[in-house]
Nanobody, 129 residues
Framework: QVQLVESGGGLVQAGGSLRLSCVASGRTFSSYAAGWFRQNAGKEREFVAA????????YSADSVKGRFSITRDNAKNTVYLEMNSLNPDDTASYYCAVDLSFPYYIGRPSGDFREYEVWGQGTQVTVSS
């Protein structure tokens, strides 16, 4: 079974950048789509970005499009979230997840958290003004 561990969060000034990493265990990781979600206190879980199994199809929320970029390196069992031009509204705990619904799915990856079965523990991102 796939297990996920996020890292790379921290405190950053507005306008700065961070790179989050999600390292997966399990040989089947490369067959499935993965995504990033975030959640702040008192708010619902929010979709950030997702990537299909091969890395050739991505989907990002409008709130981060043009600023964040999701990539993956299946040889390293890792999914990344490059975050640029950060602002205080980006402050949240960021979670990596894997969608086990369909292996080798070539369509746009899902932005619905209900379709993701495996989740990491989260990494905190705090953006100061």
């Amino acid at each position: 079974q796939v297990q996920l561990v996020e890292s790379g969060g921290g405190l950053v000034q507005a306008g700065g950048s961070l790179r989050l990493s999600c390292v997966a265990s399990g040989r089947t990781f490369s067959s499935y789509a993965a995504g990033w979600f975030r959640q702040n206190a008192g708010k619902e879980r929010e979709f950030v970005a997702a990537i299909n199994w091969s890395g050739r199809s991505t989907y990002s929320a409008d709130s981060v499009k043009g600023r964040f970029s999701i990539t993956r390196d299946n040889a390293k069992n890792t999914v990344y979230l490059e975050m640029n031009s950060l602002n205080p509204d980006d402050t949240a705990s960021y979670y990596c997840a894997v969608d086990l619904s369909f292996p080798y799915y070539i369509g746009r990856p899902s932005g619905d958290f209900r379709e993701y079965e495996v989740w990491g523990q989260g990494t905190q991102v705090t953006v100061s003004s």
